[in-house]
């Protein structure tokens, strides 16, 4: 394990159900990722949280709302998905929030993933 | 705005060659470059990071090398085995960490 964990691992919902995607670290890190990966394509990073306070938001659909209670905890909550939000939703942290400082501070640590299929 | 290209299509070796991936990246030369490894399902595992001022940085039977006048970076592993077969990011930070889509490889007995 990486010291990310995910939790489900597997998610199936319709599109008018309400879920939540569970991350916590176990690593001292300050900084917390929601990135979405699908197919071929790169990974897009949705929100970023340094020390529980959002500092990014790259436009994403209001139906995915984040929550951020502690240090260690970073929630996705969902609702009113569409088809195309299916995809592998990867948890990330590191120590601190990236910066251009190329110290291992900036290394990602992702956890395993939560695969969603909207119906 | 700021691309990474990687590789779309498979790279296929035979085992004990060495497997060369390429990432290239559009404007400006980033303050680092990481590369990751994801295997199925799974998420992506940090490798190697190399600086902007750097050429090349080795870790065991990987090689990363950074030349920002190709604006390329490339990634060997030497003697390849079945257990190297993932997928590999490149991931360059400008303002935030950008990832490629990544390249797959796969090593054959």
């Known amino acids: 394990e990486t010291g990310v964990t995910q939790t489900p691992r597997h998610l199936v919902m319709g599109m008018t159900n309400k879920k939540s995607l569970k991350c916590e670290q176990h690593?001292?890190?300050?900084?917390m990722y929601w990135y979405k990966q699908s197919a071929k394509k790169p990974l897009e990073l949705m929100f970023v949280y340094s020390l529980e306070e959002r500092v990014e938001n790259n436009s994403v659909p209001s139906r995915f709302s984040p929550e951020c209670p502690n240090s260690s905890h970073l929630f996705l909550h969902l609702h009113t998905l569409q088809p195309e939000d299916s995809a592998l939703y990867l948890c990330?942290?590191?120590?601190?929030?990236?910066?251009?400082?190329?110290?291992?501070?900036?290394?990602?640590?992702f956890g395993a993933g939560s695969r969603l299929t909207v119906l | 705005s700021q691309k990474i290209e990687q590789n779309s299509e498979a790279l296929n070796i035979q085992e004990g060659k060495t497997a060369t991936l390429t990432c290239n990246y559009t404007n400006y030369s980033p303050a680092y470059l990481q590369w990751y490894r994801q295997d199925p399902g799974r998420g992506p595992v940090f490798l190697l990071l190399?600086?902007?001022?750097?050429k090349e940085k080795r870790k065991e039977r990987l090689k990363v090398t950074f030349d920002t006048t190709l604006k390329q970076s490339l990634f060997h592993i030497t003697a390849s085995q079945p257990a190297d077969s993932a997928t590999y990011l490149c991931?360059?930070?400008?303002?935030?960490?950008?990832f490629g889509a990544g390249t797959r490889l796969a090593v054959h007995p």
């Open positions: 190399i600086r902007e001022n750097e």
């Open positions: 990330a942290s590191s120590q601190d929030l990236s910066t251009g400082d190329p110290g291992g501070a900036n290394v990602l640590t």
């Open positions: 690593l001292g890190h300050n900084a």
């Open positions: 991931a360059l930070f400008y303002n935030k960490l950008i």
